[in-house]
């Protein structure tokens, strides 16, 4: 057994003594942290980890509020998203939208403020659910370049409104350091957020270009402007759909999904009088019934007063809701992307040769609705397209390319499988690896379904993989709302979602090889027939006609007689 | 092309049609959002995914906060670490330190409240850094069992306090529901942090028994008594070094970590009166002259006034300090492992055939310095146990275990590498496939130093590798401190730490092999060294004596022969 150790001089142990401390001396060093304070030294966790993310992240988290913001109002939303070059590493970014605009007060707070926002605490489907990414956005590009954000917004009554702000992140508080009402401006309801930051644009994968696709791809009532600082013209993604989705519902908490402190909590903060009441009130899901079989369970009185309620009769309320059965939340949360739209998407986005869509019903994690669709298309590797016509023959269609084009999803049949992550309509572009979707999928045998799979990876072929997770509460592995974290739940629906799209997909392949199988024989045959024929023409002595036909009529039989 | 899809009776677009809002009911739902209820929704976020995790995070979490107390007291740890079962899926915890104390009016908000702490604002390594750990450890504590936590503390100078914690999670403060001071303790200075929360107790990698043993790795200076729910005795892992490492000394920021935006804040919020003051005061490594030259490139005045100096003014400070050479920080800041105590650790958990160690000079990312050490630690595979003596002999010593030891962190030959992750000296457990570490990992290429590496993976072999980043700022990707974000500089000097032990283990391998390939050669020969004799006797008509003398000095030659 060996040893061996590379020292580089007064490297070992760099550490110079210093003063010890007592319990006093450390007391004075104690002191609150401001949440802007920590995201500013943190910002990976918010997306903001290099200039190319940074860039991302701003105008990500500026479409997802206009969105939201369109939908919640009812209205088809048409944004315009440009980035203008400044200096070699600065880009001045600009959203604006037709939404229904923001009252002034509170247009500090929504952007120049950390965990401020109307989504946190409603039990509803959105985009943004934290309340952080667009003071983040401001708070990032203040730091790399001194200078606030600028606000344009204007309500259908108000007047429009512009404000020009920064961010005190020591107490995490916004400054307004211009204001001005406008005396006109080109819309009638809207909001323009503009701001320059440190950055880098540059096209491809996980690109703004990337992102802008594929929000288009999974909202097509959505229609986009976008201007690239390499472009003179924007490109326009218009929309496909022209009704917007209905805002989905509001829902309360569902008893399963409320643990012991949050359930105290409720209720010492109730106005229901009675624990009857408070459990028809406060839950869903919960009928009168209901709430007296619970509460029978639990040992308790009907007319307990919630608020005087010690813990010891709480934990027996909470335990007897776990073994009562009850029906699994509404589901009117929810607003899923539709298998239509999803074949659409991929169909636009992919020159693929077969496509399979599947929706789980909804499913609850934590106590939260969600739904997962899958969507997969796959092309045939290389050679030629085979179809069947509707008498059973074999047609060569097209031929497929060979090489991969960059407007196409597909890559090469030996390369992993394009997966597509969507959350809330939302693509999801960094952190594949530590993705709860990319968990399901490499946990799922392909082999079963006709691809190959390298052990514990990803599936390899010609294809690409759709996942959308809508909820109304999606748990990121981060603030930056980069992956989703691998609940159970969760992940067991999107590995069944995988498996019923799969075997779609693997019976086709299945098909297609046959198909393949017998279009060779076929041929190998057919090759022989001419010479049959003139055998026979030889023997029989006919025409040169009847010859032709007696060899169509052998190529017609040589198809029927082959079922596929 | 063909479209299959599975539908679902009702399933396609369950959303109900709800009211649309206006700007103005929109104002109405904005609102501030707690820190604790944004961590409370968000727990995986902070180590809380699943029970078992929840059990290791929040002894981590005591335990991290524990040790640092000691170091900074100058204290040689002492700590009691006990789990006890309570119900089938709850567990009682209890952390207790011989640390300096806490003072009485700092308790509530250490162990009560989010964001608070004395760790966040110093430039100083530290095992905690956020003061977001022990309340939430709280928090879930009291979400999971509606109840709270209680914590005995002392200082030398003060009486033994006692309180029962919970916490307000929609105020982020603190709630006293039980106080006392007690009459006597077993303690004349110390922590005791005590909690009851729903967890699973499991043994096995990832486990809090694998946190405790290499805890004890990277801080030898300290003794553990850890108590299993399965055992009726503590395992006590008593300290290897009677010196505590000295605390780190705090630093102030470096020129180049600090971004425009952070430089216009201490621009505006310095007691300097002349900027040349300002950039030797705040700054490390800027003296007078170097601060003259700064302010010269800028096209500045030396006696300016900071708190008058424009943005435009302030971005020509910027883009001089980038320009000026400045020299690293200084590296008091920082306590390494040390590479005897990597070596002894390792060789305390493997039982390996070679150990290697490499110590990178301090580096900067963000202007934070942070240093690298790598070990390796790796055994041959299977087979025997061969090595040269002093005399250029080679013997065969030992047989290695055919099977992997539980106590034995080396995997089987064609399995891939372990490795352990420290930052700060704490072990990180979680996220490995997500940590900065495994990048740079995966990306050394390991085939050189004589490992097989699969394209972009872990390379293969019966193998430890060590990673510990020692900083006075670590870039975790979560709140939950499991992983290292992959910033380029950090990614760069863990790259060069493997590459120069990788190098080393190169060497022992190439040697290896060359002896294996001495050895076969060797003992073929010896085979017939006999028969040589033998046929030599018969010739000489040698006496027996005589040949077994020859027989020998054969070979001796034949050994002396092979240089290795």
Redesign the interface.
Known sequence: ????????KG??????????????Q??K???????S??F???R??LGF?NKQKALLTTIKEAVDNSLD?CE???IAPDLLIEIHQVEEDRFRVVIEDNG????K??IQ??FG?L????K???RRQSRGQ??IGISAALLYA??????GAKIISK????KPQSLTLQMD??KNKPMITKEAVLKEWHLK?GTRFEVELEATYKRGLRSVDDYIKQTAVSNPHATLHYLTPDDEEPRIYERAVKVV??????IKPHPYGV???????MLRETNSRWLVGFLQEEFCRVGRKKALEIIKEAGLGEKSYPTRIA?EE??ALYRSIQKTKISAPP??C???I??KRI?EGLMKETD????????R??SVYRGNPF?IEVGIAWAKPGGDQLEVDKRGRIKKTKKRRGTVDTENLLGNADEPVRLLRFANRVPLLS?Q??CGFTKAVTQTSWKSYGLQQPKGSMPLGSAVILVHMASV?V?????AKEAI?P?DEILKEVKRALQ??GR?LGA?IRKDKRVANEFEKRSYIEKYLPHVGIGLQEILGITDEAREEIVETLGDSLETARNI
């Not at 965990?115 to 109307?118: D, H, I, R």
């Not at 203040?142 to 200078?147: D, F, H, I, L």
Request: charged share 25%; aromatic share 6%; no cysteine.
């Open positions: 057994m060996r040893v061996e150790s590379i020292h580089r490297q070992n142990h760099p550490v110079a003594a210093t003063k010890h401390l007592t319990a006093e450390m007391a060093n104690q002191k609150e942290i401001s949440v304070e920590f500013a030294k943190n990976h966790l980890d913001a919640e109002a009812g229904p605009g923001i009252v007060e509170q707070n929504i403020k965990l401020y926002g109307s946190f605490h409603s934290q309340g203040q730091m790399t370049t001194g200078k309500t259908t009554r108000g992140s020591a309801h989705p209905d805002r989905p519902a509001e643990e012991l402190g949050e359930l105290i909590r813990r709480a934990d589901t009117t929810l607003s899923p539709g298998e074949t693929a040769d077969f496509y399979a869509v599947a929706t019903p909804p739904q952190q690896s530590g509460w748990p990121f592995t981060s603030e974290a609940y019923d799209a779609k086709h």
